[in-house]
Nanobody, 114 residues
């Protein structure tokens, strides 16, 4: 059983920063690409960023240059550093395995508001 636990969300002013964490268990973490996704109210879940097993990264155009995805295999954790946050970044953020999507966790709420 794969378990994904997101944390680190909160309320932040536009232009602010947050660092999200996703702790994974039930997998050999280092052998899986990891991704971040988000779902805004009334919208479909969308892909945000991916980090591969060899640390290659890809980002959605909407967050490129502002967000950084990284991983710590020793801690079975993937991170999303979010800088220069905008109101349109408001969403519930989730992590998952892009190549073998498992049950979604609870996510962590990010609210960017003046």
């Amino acid at each position: 059983q794969v378990q994904l636990v997101e944390s680190g969300g909160g309320l932040v002013q536009p232009g602010g920063s947050l660092r999200l964490s996703c702790a994974a268990s039930g997998i050999i973490f280092s052998m899986w690409n990891m991704g971040w996704y988000r779902q805004a109210p009334g919208k479909q879940r969308e892909w945000v960023a991916t980090v591969s097993t060899d640390d290659r990264t890809n980002y959605a155009d909407s967050v490129k240059g502002r967000f950084t995805i990284s991983r710590d295999n020793a801690k079975n954790t993937v991170y999303l550093q979010m800088n220069s946050l905008k109101p349109e970044d408001t969403a519930v953020y989730y992590c998952n395995l892009p190549s073998s999507t498992v049950t979604w966790g609870q996510g962590t709420q990010v609210t960017v508001s003046s």
